[in-house]
């Protein structure tokens, strides 16, 4: 099979170098070529601008390697030395039935309004979930993964502390606001 491929190509090679030497061919009649290439020689060449003046480039020396070293602590503090709240006796209410919007992250809710009425709460507050579905909660309510519970409402946020792990075993409680989400 390749060798029938070579065999068509040989017939084409002597057709390709006639096409190809025909153009070496001496053409008369290149008198204007000559005469266009001797005006363009004639005339003055345009001047070139001298290289601009370049700085020398001045190099840095890194003079810091005898100081402290930024990523290591000022001072070696152990666990011990530090005085924590009385903060083992603060823990989640695991007992406790888990309201609806705690199965969310509390970066996914939103607040979207509040109702005001008369009688023990004072002002409702309206989150949404992510399922765009709008809830009514108040004081003492929970929202979020991390146990948080309302601590206060007003018109324009919503206060609440959560109970986070403190990553020694124990637990700390964490402030946090919901803003309420503006409408353009």
């Known amino acids: 099979m390749i060798r029938t491929e070579v065999l068509k190509m040989a017939r084409f090679c002597p057709l390709l170098l006639v096409v190809l030497a025909s153009g070496c061919v001496w053409v008369e009649g290149t008198d204007d070529l000559k005469q266009y290439t001797e005006e363009q020689k004639a ?99 929970y929202l979020g993964n991390d146990y948080g519970q309302i601590v206060s409402v007003s018109e324009r946020k919503l206060d609440l502390v959560e109970i986070i792990s403190n990553g020694r075993g124990g637990w700390m409680k964490r402030p946090r606001t919901l803003s309420l989400e503006v409408q353009d």
């Open 43 to 141: 005339k003055p060449s345009g001047r070139i601008e001298p290289l601009p003046e370049f700085k020398a480039y001045e190099s840095f020396v890194y003079e810091g390697s005898s100081l402290r070293d930024p990523f290591k602590p000022l001072a070696q503090i152990s666990a011990n030395d530090i005085e924590y709240e009385d903060q083992d006796a603060l823990k989640p209410d695991m007992e406790r039935d888990r309201e609806y919007l705690e199965t969310f992250s509390l970066d996914v809710l939103d607040m979207v309004g509040t109702i005001t009425h008369t009688g023990d709460t004072g002002i409702w507050a309206l989150i949404k979930d992510p399922n765009a579905e709008v809830h009514q909660v108040s004081v003492g309510d």
